[in-house]
């Protein structure tokens, strides 16, 4: 495990502007609309980023924004490293280990999600209130730096309460109803069989995707507060039909209108 590369492009990142971080916001498949909410003050290309993997997946624009909101200065990576593209783990974590060096003590992570509880349905928000790791690998794997993170971080509150408890309050001051539950995060890319669908359920997830959980963990070990927020694009349970790409990110993207409205009022009350 190295952490050479991202105290790199954090010193860039600094040269650049982007520094003193409060909060760092890693945007899913879809989600990037949420930036319509934000004034942008600062915008860096990833591939203007020197060490930086450049996303291949669709819904990912693939920059970093800096923008102050209220007095907390956050940064939000639109376009996340998939393990599924090729990515080693060290750059599925990179944009959590570069917010950290960054100043980032909080840690948001969005995803579009399939929802297997049966009181969800499509176009939900959901707080992830703990996961369930099905990655192959482990972004912790190898040589461990004592003075970074600890060798056996502890999991527990992985998610923090605090912070879920202060997400559902701003939305329930709109109206809007958030589900909390369980997201189990495996490699992909191809969606879940039938017996897969219901083998999650039935190991205690509430929802499944592709992503945050080796990014959650990297967070964890460097002691960072954690917010996640899956968006419910489609049902892995009842009468599921194939659904394509396309139709997660247009389920995102309706969704992700009411999450930055949410968010806002989130990062004031913290
Ligand atoms: N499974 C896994 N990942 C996903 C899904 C799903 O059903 N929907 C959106 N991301």
């Known amino acids: 495990m190295s952490f050479q590369k991202a105290f790199e492009i954090a010193e860039f990142l600094k040269s650049k502007g982007v ?16 930036m319509e909410h934000f004034t942008p003050k600062i915008e860096i290309p990833y591939s203007e980023i020197s060490g930086f993997p450049v996303s291949t997946v669709k819904g990912h624009t693939g920059r970093i924004i800096f ?3 209220g007095d907390k200065k956050v940064a939000f990576f639109c376009g996340r490293f ?4 090729g990515y080693s783990m060290e750059d599925v974590v ?3 280990r570069v917010s950290k060096f960054l100043g980032a003590e909080v840690l948001v992570l969005t995803n579009a999600a399939g929802g297997l509880n049966p009181s969800f349905k499509p176009g939900d928000i959901m707080v992830i209130t703990d996961h369930i ?3 192959p690998e482990n972004p912790l794997r190898g040589k461990n730096d004592e003075n970074i993170g600890p060798r056996f971080p502890s999991m527990i509150n992985a ?4 912070l879920r408890k202060v997400f559902i309050d701003s939305a329930s001051e709109d109206g809007i109803n958030i589900k909390e539950g369980i997201y189990a995060g495996w490699q992909g890319p191809n969606l879940e069989t039938k017996a897969e669908y219901r083998f999650l359920r039935i190991i205690g997830a509430d929802a499944v995707g592709m992503s945050t959980v080796p990014e959650a963990i990297a967070g964890k070990h460097l002691n960072m507060k954690i917010l996640g ?3 419910i694009t489609n049902m892995g349970i009842g009468e599921i039909t194939p659904h394509s790409h396309e139709d997660v990110i247009r ?4 969704s992700s209108e009411l999450l930055g409205k949410i968010l806002i009022k989130w990062i004031k009350k913290l």
């Open 82 to 85: 998939h393990y599924y593209e």
């Open 19 to 34: 520094k003193d971080l409060s909060i760092s916001v890693v945007l899913g498949t879809g989600i990037s609309k949420i």
């Open 94 to 96: 990179l944009p959590v």
């Open 251 to 254: 389920v995102a993207e309706k």
């Open 159 to 162: 998610y923090d309460p605090l």
């Open 229 to 231: 927020i899956s968006i």
């Open 133 to 135: 790791n099905l990655f």
């Open 67 to 69: 923008s102050h909101t």
